[in-house]
């Protein structure tokens, strides 16, 4: 099992009567609920949880986009990457990840994940998520029905980027390029392990098998509820023919350890509710714009699709429904890793993006949180997959020689001799 | 009024509602299609050879995906013309419709006979934002496009029982499917930038306006009468965006006069 500490970057100081007041914590959120001078600081403690979980032992840290959005304070994942590819350096830099889309022309991305990639010594897991209609459609103005067309285009030419060894000319329908030259390549050959997070869309499944790729299913609600999916998804692996590794599927979740079931409660239940109850408030209609979600998956899911009727679940959740739905996994050490080891097999999942840090919890809590489930839970995890311990298809592959840059302080020494020429 | 099928030469099939002798009227729907209560169109097909396509994505039209842009919509209003065989029709668009026959007009001027953009899409006024129809629930759809909502709901659900589940799921499959195609020229903002081409208009214009339209508000008829060089306004009251369905008789009175 690889274990990932992954944090949404919430905004700590949504008001109480956020749902009251306010429609959507998304695309029109009122930014005079964020304050950056509060933002200061609210930076700089998540990155140094982020660096806190690689000295934990995740194998990897975790980051993601999103846009004019209360729960996610990254408009741009690869500046927190860059952040901490210069203060780590064994942790896998898990940017899960651009949404291709929306980047004018898409070589950005190819560049930007080439230099986070070579930055950090190949230690960059890319992903590339088609983006949710919040951040996609309503924030950065693309066409729905068009979105899926526009993110293959886009997915073809920083592929093709990243594997060309010439320039190239790129003529598509919605990007042309006369000079493709990615410069600079990163340094995992092909190419970073590539991840498309995705929600309920049938077709995101075949594109990961058509490539190999590997298919995160970021769900806030718990394994419970992700099991139908994943269960879909797994039923297609084997009608393409493909192995069932289990680390061709991720799963995003909730997670809270304490020494015991009722401490975890004490300690945790106000902030995930925070997290329930204000950050996942999004106005129905953002969520679902015509044309985002093919006919299939539409006639698939039809009123599932509904999102009112998600929006229904999340009105008046207890702590009490959040845990014995697993919405969240919270408890003692021993409850925690009875309930994460259910999860993982029953979702056959060898990929785990771990959220200790829940809406508004406090930097210490987040820790305490974390080292708990580092010391007591993850050893007992690790091996749960014996017959694929070597399967290293979905992961990093790093080079051996790589700089320590926490360890190097510039200025502190005297300049190389090389440097004087 | 029947119902047609033609294909285009671009291998569009599309579902034609015709009827009526006189004079070629082509009238192109809203981003909503064709509703169920259209005695407009009846009422139009008294004078007029009435053709009422449902575009690719509704009803049961299709080819939706060989449509992607404006340029393609609008070419494809032409296909339609040539494959019902019509010389210079009168175009009369509603909203969305007006956006693609303005387009038509722009593109092919000495095609058409006259031009009636009825509630018409297609330009963008900083001091007066569109409402964003794909951020909206339900209820507040009708809220914008009808003077009086509550009748206004009755006509979007054409009588469908939508405590029905089936129904239901029906009516939102079809939904989603019409404003995906509509998302092509209307998503994110319902500007294609025709206004850099109505200076090439010649036909007759007539901008028709619900006075109390909160969709598109009637002070974009004065834009585009500024923009077409040769285009009269008129108003009607007692009509949202969804005119000629709020006011059929005024409308098509309007509409007749203006045709002869």
């Known amino acids: 099992m690889k274990f990932t500490w992954f944090n949404l970057m919430p905004w700590p100081y949504l008001p109480d009567d ?37 000295s934990l032992g995740f194998d990897g840290i975790g980051c993601n986009e999103h846009h004019q959005n209360g729960y996610g304070l990254m408009p741009s994942p690869n500046l927190i990457a860059a952040a901490l590819a210069r203060r780590t350096s064994r942790a896998a830099l898990c940017v899960i990840g651009n949404s291709i889309v929306g980047y004018n022309p898409p070589i950005r991305v190819a560049e930007e994940f080439a230099m986070l990639d070579v930055i950090s010594g190949g230690r960059l897991i890319a992903g590339f ?68 997070p995705g929600g309920g869309s049938i077709e995101t499944w075949d594109f990961c098998l058509d490539y190999d790729y590997n298919y995160s299913y970021l769900s806030f609600f718990g394994y419970l509820r992700g099991k139908s999916l994943l269960d879909g998804y797994w039923e297609r692996v084997a009608k393409r023919g493909k192995d069932d590794s289990p680390y061709r599927a991720a799963f995003a979740q909730i997670i809270c350890v304490a020494d015991t079931d009722a401490e975890a409660e004490a300690l945790y239940a106000e902030h995930c509710l925070y997290f329930f109850n204000r950050c996942l408030h999004v106005f129905p209609p953002f969520a679902d714009p015509p044309g985002y979600r093919t006919m299939a998956t539409v006639k698939y899911g039809a009123l599932s699709q509904l999102t009112q009727a998600r929006q229904k679940i999340l009105e008046n959740l207890t702590w009490k429904q959040l845990v014995d739905e697993r919405f969240v996994i919270a408890g003692s050490p021993e409850t925690v890793r009875q309930q994460l080891e259910e999860c993982i097999k029953g979702l056959r999942i060898g990929h785990l993006f771990c959220l200790f840090h829940n809406g508004n919890m406090p930097d210490w809590k987040t820790r305490h949180s974390s080292k708990l489930f580092a010391e007591k839970v993850m050893p007992h995890l690790r091996d749960l997959w014996p017959e694929w311990k070597h399967d290293e298809r979905w992961w990093m592959h790093p080079m051996d020689e790589r700089v320590r840059p926490e360890e190097r302080r510039p200025g502190a020494e005297k300049p190389r001799a090389e440097w004087k020429r | 009024m029947k119902w047609h099928t033609v294909e285009t030469k671009k291998g569009t099939r599309c579902r034609v509602l015709e009827g009526g002798s006189g004079a070629p009227v082509v009238f192109l729907h809203s981003a909503g299609g064709l509703l169920r209560d ?79 953009l009825v509630g018409a899409a297609g330009l963008w006024m900083d001091e007066h934002p569109i409402p964003d129809i794909f951020a909206m629930l339900p209820h507040q759809i009708a809220e914008v496009l009808f003077a009086d909502p509550q009748q206004g709901q009755a006509l979007l659900t054409g009588g469908a029982d939508l405590s029905d589940m089936e129904a239901l799921k029906d009516f939102y499959v079809a939904s989603q499917r019409r404003l995906a195609m509509a998302g092509k020229i209307l998503f994110p903002i319902p500007n294609r930038r025709l206004s850099k081409r109505l200076y090439r208009l010649t036909a007759e214009t007539l901008v028709l306006w619900g006075a109390a339209d909160r969709l598109i508000v009637p002070a974009y008829a004065e834009r585009w009468k500024a923009l077409i060089p040769n285009a009269r306004v008129q108003t009607i009251d007692g009509a949202g965006h969804m005119l000629p369905y709020e006011q059929p008789e005024a409308f098509v009175r309007t509409v007749g006069s203006f045709l002869g």
């Open chain 1, 18 to 54: 956020f749902r009251e007041k306010h429609r959507s914590v998304w695309v029109d959120i009122p930014s005079t609920l964020y304050d950056p001078r509060k933002g200061h600081e609210v930076y700089h403690t998540y990155l140094d949880q982020l660096e806190y979980a690689e």
């Open chain 1, 129 to 196: 998520p088609v983006g949710t209609p919040m951040d996609t459609n309503f924030c950065y103005g693309q066409i729905p029905a068009l979105t899926r067309d526009k993110y293959r285009e886009a997915h073809e030419m920083i592929m093709k980027a990243w594997a060309s060894d010439e320039p190239f000319a790129f003529d598509g329908k919605y990007n042309q390029l006369r000079w493709v030259n990615c410069w600079p390549k990163p340094i995992q050959k092909p190419h970073p392990p590539i991840y498309i």
């Open chain 2, 38 to 116: 259209n005695s407009f169109l009846d009422q139009l097909a008294q004078r007029y050879s009435v053709f009422a396509p449902e575009w690719p994505g509704y009803g049961e039209s299709t080819g939706e995906e060989l449509l992607e842009d404006m340029l393609d919509f609008a070419l494809h209003g032409w296909d339609l013309v040539d494959a019902l065989g019509l010389r210079q029709p009168h175009l009369v668009g509603h909203s969305m419709g007006g956006m693609i026959a303005a387009e038509m007009a722009c593109l092919a001027p000495r095609d058409l006979g006259k031009l009636v």
